[in-house]
């Protein structure tokens, strides 16, 4: 009993006493992960609030489906921008640079089969992009458990084994190393007797990118298992440039076609023939890119997930705060009062250079609207996250409507483009499109939510 009585106390000391020092007050579990609202770079802040939703003017069209509306949206960060050709060559890169390199290590596992490790000296050729060896001295036990217990499922591309990203890839084929390295990188690229003027051209078909989500919505209305509600996409990341041809009967756009995504003179314009399951997985990526800097930092916190605006926040980012607007910049006009074109759009019939454009301008052209966007009305119209109903606008909620019916493969796009006409360059007017399906005057910009609540007092 003795015993006891003195183990008691001792428990009773420490829980008392504490390690905390809050002399057994609440005060809350505080986060050792650093966190502040960085504005991602390229982006603006828009503040959030209500507006008045829908048609407010004229319906010319008789679409009769923008019915108006009073709703409030949460504050968010938006590209200022459409995404351009230089920022999704940045996506189509990582994942060309991802295939290749996962190739060169499954290569140089199997070229090494037989030898023997302690005899090998440092490695060599193809042996450079062998999988990542992890550090098993210094792991810890997580680590261990997860090298030991994952790091070998898979097969081919669908392993989860570390890829090496520290030595450079070759790409110049007289600089290729070893037969093993030859053979991966031939296999990378179209054969020559397909390849237009013996040009070595890597196969796009490769650029898959496969990314996994959690189906949120569906989950909380089950409430089943987790793992029922994990999917997996694979996506081909590299955009139609046929779509400058298959748009356009009888009209010469092979220029286009040929250059517009490739050339250096078009980095800046906005990227088109991209689907809208192709600008998901861009923002997938985009997020994962920040993240893995985040971690890099140990003591950063996550960032929110990029993704595709809905349309009522890209209605409301459009109006740049200015309620009852027709068009980004304000009044009723295409054009300033000095007579020049606020927009790129088509103005006259069969006259798509009148505003000193004749396909897509570069992407931060033209004013921005209050909110500091470019091109919230012309240039290439945007994939929302929102799909299309006629009656969506009775069916949505007046908090962040979004009508995101799964099954329904048609798509809303805002903000009309270079060859549309005035009526689809104004802040409510609505079209949709398929989500498999790439134009060349469709493209898209990204969103991120603002967490928490900046009030001024």
Not at 300 to 318: D, H, I, K, M, Q
Request: glycine share 8%; charged share 25%; net charge negative.
């Amino acid at each position: 009993m003795k015993k006891i009585a003195i183990l008691a106390l001792l428990m009773s000391i420490i829980y008392s006493c504490g390690s905390s020092g809050d002399r057994g007050e609440l005060v809350g579990v505080k986060s050792t992960r650093k966190w502040f609202a960085e504005k991602p770079y390229g982006m603006a802040k828009i503040p959030g609030g209500s507006f008045t939703m829908g048609k407010q003017d004229e319906d010319p069209m008789g679409a009769m489906n923008a019915p108006t509306k009073t709703v409030t949206v949460q504050p968010f960060y938006m590209d200022e921008t459409e995404i351009t050709n230089s920022e999704y060559k940045a996506f189509v890169f990582w994942v060309r640079d991802s295939v290749t390199r996962t190739k060169l290590a499954y290569q140089a596992e199997f070229a090494s089969m037989g030898d023997d490790p302690a005899a090998s000296g440092r490695p060599d050729g193809i042996q450079l992009y062998a999988f990542a060896s992890k550090d098993t001295v210094n792991e810890s036990a997580y680590e261990k458990y997860m090298r030991e217990n994952y790091y070998e499922l898979g097969e081919g591309l669908d392993s989860i084994k570390p890829l090496n990203w520290q030595e450079d890839i070759i790409w110049e084929a007289s600089e290729y190393p070893d037969a093993d390295y030859v053979e991966v990188m031939d296999s990378l690229y179209i054969k020559k007797d397909e390849a237009l003027n013996g040009i070595r051209t890597f196969n796009t078909k490769l650029l898959n990118y496969r990314y996994y989500w959690f189906d949120n919505e569906a989950a909380a209305k089950t409430g089943k298992n987790r793992r029922d509600f994990l999917k997996n996409e694979v996506i081909n990341v590299y955009p139609d440039t046929t779509v400058w041809i298959k748009d356009f009967n009888y009209s010469y756009n092979d220029p286009m076609h040929q250059e517009y995504f490739a050339h250096k003179a078009y980095e800046n314009y906005p990227v088109v023939g991209v689907t809208w399951n192709q600008a998901k997985a861009f923002c997938h990526w985009r997020t994962q890119t920040k993240n893995n800097f985040q971690r890099s930092k140990r003591k950063l916190g996550l960032v929110p997930s990029f993704r595709l605006p809905t349309e009522a926040e890209w209605e409301y980012a459009a109006r740049g705060g200015l309620d009852y607007a027709k068009y980004p910049w304000g009044g009723p006009s295409t054009t300033s009062d000095r007579g020049c074109f606020l927009a790129n759009f088509k103005p006259v019939r069969g006259d798509y250079a009148a505003d000193g454009a004749l396909y897509t301008v570069e992407a931060m052209s033209y004013n921005p609207n209050e909110y500091g966007l470019f091109n919230m009305a012309g240039n290439v119209s945007e994939w929302t996250n929102t799909a299309y109903n006629q009656m969506s606008y009775y069916m949505g909620s007046t908090m962040n409507p979004n009508v995101e019916i799964k099954e329904n493969r048609r798509k809303i796009i805002r903000g009309g483009s270079w060859k549309d006409v005035a009526y689809f360059l104004e802040v409510s007017s609505r079209d949709w499109e398929y989500a498999d399906t790439a134009r060349s005057y469709i493209g898209f910009r990204t969103v991120q939510d603002y967490l928490g609540t900046n009030k001024s007092n």
